[in-house]
Structures are given as C-alpha cells and as structure tokens.
C-alpha cells in the first residue's frame, strides 16, 4: 500500500510506479490544506497500456533537483540513452540508445502530447528531431519505450520512441532567474490559474550565453501554452500551442594533434563563422470522450520550422580543380544546410472495452496521417565569408504517409496478458531535385563553374528532375506480460518498426522508401511499496536488427546510407523513493555490428551507466516560524570506449553534476554545478581525414578529431512564487 506518511507527492509516484504494467494510470490528489486529516482521494486515469520491461514511464518528481539543462536531458533517466552535442547550445542532441547512433533522432520516434518532432527530409538528417522548445519545468512525464513494440509507434521508431506530457502541477505565477558561468543569463516565467487543469498553463523562456570558449554563443527564447476544457461529460478538448527561435555559435570539431601540439586550444575553433538558427511554431488541438464503454480521440497539428547549420568537418579538402571550373585553390569545405518545413497532420483511435471470461478485454482501432512539405538546400561555402561556391543539394520534397494500426489487449487468465496488433503504414515521396545533376566527368557544353548542369552524354537535358515513387509496410507487434508473481512481472516482445529513407536517395519507383527493425526483447519488472521505500527493479535482454541502417559521413556532415547491422544486449534500471530521498540508476551493455563484415558499428558505446540521488525536506532550521525546506541532487555518468572507423576507440567519460536548493515560503535559492569534477574530455570522437592546414602538407592519413565537452559551470538560480501551492509574501 501507499504509506500516506511519505506525502502525497511520494503516495502518487508510487501509485505511478505500482500500476506501470496495467492499463490504468493511478494519480494521487491532495487534500485541502484547511483539513490536515482529510483522507486522500485517488482517482483513475487513462494511460497507455504498458509493452514490457522496456516500456518506462519516468515520473521526474523529486529528481527534478539535479541538474537538467534542458528537456532533452530527462531522457537520461532511461536505461541505455547518451546524449552528445558537439554542434552548439542550439544544435540538437545526438542521440545513442540500445546500441544505435540515431545521431539528431533518425531511430527515435519523438512525440509531444501525440504531435510528432521528427523531420522528414531536413538536410542534416532524415528524421532530425529538435527538442529545445520544449521547456523542461514544463515535462510533467516523459514515456520511454526501447523497441518497436506499441502499434501506435509511427516512422523512425526503430530503437524506440518518446513522448513528452507537459503541463504545470502547481497553481500560480512563478518567476525563475539563473545566472552563471559563461556569462549564462535565463529568465522563466509561467502561470497556471488556480482551479486550472495541470494542461492550463503558460510558460516563457530566454537565455543567453557566450559559451565556453570560441564560436560557442547563444541566444534562444521560447513560448508555450496549454489549454484544457470540458465540453460537456464525457467531451474534453486540450490546445497546445509552441513558439521557438535560436542563434547559436559552433566551435565545431578540432584535430586532437593540433590539440597536443598547441595549434589549437582544446576549446578553440578552426572556422568562427560556424554555427546555426533554428524556428519552430506549432499548434495541437486534441479532443477526447469517453462513451460507456468506448474511449475515443482525436487531435490534428500544424508545425512551421526553419532551420539553418554551417559546420566545416574536414577543412580545405573537398575541392579539387574541376575541368569545368575557373583555375581556383581550395575555398574550404564549410557546409551551409538550410530547410524549411510545413507540417500537417492528424491522427485518432477509439478503443472499445467489454468482459470475457470475466475480466476486461479491450480492442483499439486507430490511425494517424501526415504530410511534409520541404524545401531542402546544402551549399559550400568560401573559408573567409558566407558567400556560397558551389550547390550540392536542392531539392522541394512533399512527403505522406498514412498509417492505420489495431492494437488488442486479451486476458484469458488473471496472470497472463496478450497486447498487441498490427501496423500498416504507406509512404508517398514526390521528390522535386533542382540540381540533378552536379557534376560530370568531361566538359559537355556547359560554360565554366556551372553548378547545375544542363547537358550530359547525350546532349541537353534540363538540370532539374523529378521522382516519385510509393510503397507500404505491415508491420507486426505483440507483448505477452505474466504475472505479477510477488511483484514480478515477466514480458517478452516482438516488434518491426520502420523509417523512411531521406528525399534525397529516392529513385524512380523505388521499392521499398524505408528501412525496416525487427526487435526482440525479454524481461522481468519488479514493484514493490515496502517499509523504507518504494522499488521499482528493471532487467531486459534485447535485439535488433536494421536491414539499412545510416552512418555518419563527416564530408557530407551528416548519416548516409550503409549496409545491414545487429544489436544485441542487456540493460537494467532501478528507483526508489522514500519519505525524504529518491534515488534511480541504470545500466546497457550492448554490442552493435554490421552484418556483412562483422565489424563494430562506429561511435556507438557499449556501455552506458547513470546515476541519480536526491535528498529532500524540511529543514530544522525557520524563519519568521515558517520551516526553511531544502534539496540536493546528485547525477552522474560513465560512458565506456566507442569503437571508431579504422580500428580506433575512443576514450572513457565520467562526469558529475549537482544542485542545492533552499526554499522558505514563495521564495526559493539554488545552486547547480556541472561537471563538477572539471574532467577535460571529449564530447564526441571521431577518426577520419581532414586537412586544416596545420600540417606542413596536406596527409591522407586518418586522423583523431574531438569536440571539447563543457568545463566546470556553477549557476546560480532564485525563483518566486506568488499564488497556488506557494506562500503569498
């Protein structure tokens, strides 16, 4: 049972935790402040019905208190996840997860309230997904599941999905300033009206910064808003609206012999005119009803996006005298990516529930629709300006894809659960490639540094070329729980998930526009409420196979196409929470490989531990005869070797971050420390052939290049409170 002695906030974690393979959420409600001994009241909420030990749904709750920068951070919280961002404070994270290097989210699926993050088509990578936007203070939950296993798991779920829930627990106006290390300044504003819904809200966000070092300033600012209303008794409607904008600087990669020699500092930069903007605005309308003994919902988005990124990998090699160009020397090979993208889309499903056998069985119908329209745009541009040389890429793309899924959940015993369906999706690419054809082998008519060639061995043609083409996948998932025995519950899973293939590789009738996973994992959930604690224990055995999988290509600065590969593995997660701690910790071993060779698939780590730790409470100290309250929390990361191209590995990572809080009626004081233990290291590795001219003549030989992780940074946050759950001053 829930021991009420350890506050409602710990009851409702563990209401959480407890029903976390069942197809009930249970959430804990308060009682009224005026009446201390009033009982407290739980309620039943719908909530996904859970594909195994694989499947987490983090609660952040107390752990919030260590330190989290940004939204993407709490996706450390699942077993297995590395984040990296070597490309600036704006860039996305790259993402590693089971073994995959979904780099900016080609593997993941991302969703927030339902509305997918994914791009399809954006130039740095198919399937980017930027989740700056998202402000943290506002992710109330975040479901992490590790394998496409959930019928409802769209494009790019091959390692897994997550989903973002956002909204504000408490009541009232808060204002929250930071400011630190770096000359980081953040200012947060947000709202919720008293006898709102958590999903009323509002929520603003700026920060800026001028980084650690060259070419690493920032600026961004966010908005977010939420709305949530009953239309009568059974009808409810949510809006969700998001507004985003950032400029950021990118020191981009350095060689780590010019490191060692001193032609470069270890934070330094080859190139400052790196860097990088990005945009989002979306709006999500949801609409849900419960009609007897059927649950029904519907939502539809639009999202505008633009982006931008100018990194140089490579230095002054990718441009070679052309027969058909003007005598020049090297212009450098800087990248200059641009996209922008209109979104639309929307999705539904109605499950139905009735008895058999005397226990409740449930059948789900749903669907879901999308439609891209991008413009794709990838240039050189000169070392000493923003002028562009040549044109690599420029294609207008409009991708659909339409998937319908059924998904069943049949009990015939007490003990033992079947859920699971099936998942048909269609993918239709009309691909519009301004710039065919970009180069040619002897001169054929053209006049001299044309980029986009109108003639080739035949004679003329036109340097702009369409492609289109459409196919479908069924793809199969199912999860089979038994238990719980003593608070074990046993699962095992099989799922094939899918991604489609970039715009950009799609030819005439293509076959098959998508690659395909076929996952399998098994494990084993424990939960239990005992006399200390709450405990929640995870184990998982996992595999995956990709038929195409992407890997990255430092000249083209992003994943390309490559062959086959596996992933096989093991994982385990552990929380538990008391009257005044909450701790949780996880760990992957995994060994990733591609199937043709045998040989390890580059950056991926084989192994990824994480730990978190929080103490909090009242204080034996008051003032003015109110209790001062307090936290501190504790997270740290091991990252093992990473196998790298040419039989490299890289190093190992350890690196601690806390926080401290101290709180006293509406007013609140903290102090966050990152890398706490000022480690020097490498935020990402990696081994291929450059030339930035720090050598007496240009080498072929492959070479050790790094970007600089983030020194010890100390920041210091003051927040107010005025209404709601905080005092009035």
Known sequence: ??????????????????????????AAQEPPAEDPLAEVIVHSERHAPSRGAGDVEIEVGKLAAVPRMDSAS???????????????????YQIFLRGFDAREGQDIEFTIEGMPINEVGNPHGNGLADTHFIIPELVRSLRVVEGPFAPQQGNFAVAGSARYEVGL???????????GSFDTRRVLLTWRPDGASEHSFGGVELLTTSGFGESRDAERATAMAGFDTALDDSVSLQLLATSYASHYGSAGLVRLDDVASGRVEHHGTYDTAQGGDSSRHSLLAHLDGRFQSAEVSQSAFVTLRGYRLR???????????????????????????????????????????????????????????????VEAVQQRNRADSNIPYRKELDLASQ????????????????????????????????????????????????????????????????????TTTAASL????????AGPFWGVQLSASYGRGARSIDPQYINQDLATPFAVADAFEVGAAFTRSLDVADVT?????????????????????????????????????????????????????VSASFDDTGLSVPYTPGVV?????????????????????????????????????????????????????????????????????????????????????????????????????????????????????????
């Open 1 to 26: 049972m829930c021991h009420l002695s350890r506050g409602p906030a710990v009851c409702c974690s563990m209401l959480h935790a407890a029903a976390a393979f069942g197809p009930l959420r249970a």
């Open 74 to 92: 709490l996706l450390r919280l699942a077993p297995g996840v590395l984040l990296t961002r070597a490309g600036g404070l704006g860039h996305p």
């Open 169 to 179: 627990d408490e009541p009232g106006l808060s204002l929250r300033a930071m400011a």
């Open 311 to 373: 990194e140089n990998l490579t230095g002054f090699l990718l441009d070679p005298q052309q027969t058909w160009q003007s005598p020049h020397v090297q212009r450098g090979d800087r990248i200059d990516q641009r996209a922008s993208e209109l979104t639309l889309g929307a999705q539904g499903s109605a499950r139905q529930h009735s008895k058999l056998w005397g226990r409740d069985q449930s059948l789900e119908l749903g669907y879901s629709a999308r439609f891209d329209d």
């Open 399 to 466: 991708v659909s894809n339409v998937g319908l899924y059924v998904d069943g959940e049949l009990s015939p015993f007490g003990w033992l659960t079947l859920r699971g369906g099936a998942r048909a999706d269609l993918f239709h690419y009309q691909v519009e490639n301004r710039c065919a054809l970009t180069t040619q082998t002897s001169f054929g008519g053209d006049p001299l540094d044309t980029e986009c060639f109108a003639s080739d061995r035949l004679g003329y043609r036109s340097p702009d070329q369409t």
């Open 474 to 481: 069924i793809q199969p998932r199912a999860t089979l729980l």
């Open 537 to 589: 224990l995870r184990t998982v055995l996992f595999r995956t196979h990709v038929d195409k999988d992407l890997f990255f290509n430092e000249t083209e600065g992003r994943n390309t196409l490559a062959n086959g590969t596996t992933r096989s593995g093991w994982s385990g997660s552990a929380r538990a929470t008391g009257t005044f701690w909450d701790v949780a910790g996880n760990l992957t071993l």
């Open 609 to 729: 531990a994480r730990a978190d730790g929080v103490l909090f409470g009242d204080l034996p100290l008051s003032l003015d005869r109110v209790a001062l309250t307090g936290s501190l929390g504790v997270g740290a990361s091991f990252i093992g070797q990473r196998p790298l191209p040419y039989d490299e590995r890289s190093n190992r990572t350890f690196l601690v971050d806390a926080g401290a809080s101290l709180g006293w009626r509406a007013l609140s004081l903290g102090l966050i420390a990152t890398n706490l233990l000022d480690r020097r290291y490498w935020l990402g590795e990696y081994n291929y052939v450059s030339d930035f001219r720090g050598q007496p003549y240009p080498t072929r030989v492959a070479a050790r290049h790094g970007s600089a992780g983030e020194p010890r940074a100390v920041y210091a946050t003051l927040t107010f409170t005025f209404g709601g759950g905080g005092a009035n001053p």
